[in-house]
T-cell receptor, first 117, second 116 residues
Framework: GAVVSQHPSWVICKSGTSVKIECRSL??????MFWYRQFPKQSLMLMATSNEGSKATYEQGVEKDKFLINHASLTLSTLTVTSAHPEDSSFYIC?????????????FGPGTRLTVL | AQSVTQLDSHVSVSEGTPVLLRCNYSSSYSPSLFWYVQHPNKGLQLLLKYTSAATLVKGINGFEAEFKKSETSFHLTKPSAHMSDAAEYFC??????????????FGKGTKLSVIP
């Protein structure tokens, strides 16, 4: 149990286009989902936290208008990178948590590699 | 505030020898602590977690970690390294064990190399 999937696993796009990444909890209800960004050979940096049906909470320094997060259901959150530029190229990882379980473990997706040309 | 320090950015061991990956933390509360492993271009897999129960925590693939409050440490060990253990390892802390404590703070990671 506790499987989180991401789609696509990798994407290449042209500069100026938008890219949508999906994060799904396959066998539990994810009341809270998280989006992380990981640069090569570095650790994960939290970008934003989203609760189902609410606006996402962004970490300091993360542009809300550039990284649009939607958590429309208990099993799906999407991250849209708008007007992508080469500096947005990175590994994006989502995680999901069932906040009603009284337990704070996050389950991570396999990640999405974004390359912006 | 909370923080995690992984003391080694790179550890290299021979296959069959013990593994020690060091992690120190600071937290204002009684934390939850995790070790995750990440293989190249993959997501994170939970190895083990400490949530205020037994201080010696056993995880998957033969790994274990001991929570030492007096030393604020949570070092990861394995008696005998296998080639498949070569990966990046992250020590992670949350502020406390209760529900709602989900703000993870990641260490910078330790790359483990296993020499045949």
């Amino acid at each position: 149990g506790a499987v989180v999937s991401q789609h696509p696993s990798w994407v290449i796009c042209k500069s100026g286009t938008s890219v949508k990444i999906e994060c799904r909890s396959l066998d539990f209800q994810a009341t809270t989902m998280f989006w992380y960004r990981q640069f090569p050979k570095q650790s994960l940096m939290l970008m934003a936290t989203s609760n189902e049906g609410s606006k996402a909470t962004y970490e300091q320094g993360v542009e809300k208008d550039k990284f649009l997060i939607n958590h429309a259901s208990l099993t799906l959150s999407t991250l849209t990178v708008t007007s992508a530029h080469p500096e947005d190229s990175s590994f994006y990882i989502c995680s999901a948590m069932d906040g009603t379980s009284g337990y704070n473990e996050q389950f991570f997706g396999p990640g999405t590699r974004l390359t912006v040309l | 505030a909370q923080s995690v320090t992984q003391l080694d950015s790179h550890v290299s061991v021979s296959e069959g020898t013990p593994v020690l990956l060091r992690c120190n933390y600071s937290s204002s509360y009684s934390p939850s602590l995790f070790w995750y492993v990440q293989h190249p271009n993959k997501g994170l897999q939970l190895l083990l977690k400490y949530t205020s129960a037994a201080t010696l925590v056993k995880g998957i693939n033969g790994f274990e970690a001991e929570f030492k409050k007096s030393e604020t440490s949570f070092h990861l060990t394995k008696p005998s390294a296998h080639m498949s253990d070569a990966a990046e390892y992250f020590c992670v802390v949350t502020p406390y064990s209760g529900a709602g404590s989900y703000q993870l703070t990641f260490g910078k990671g330790t790359k483990l190399s296993v020499i045949p």
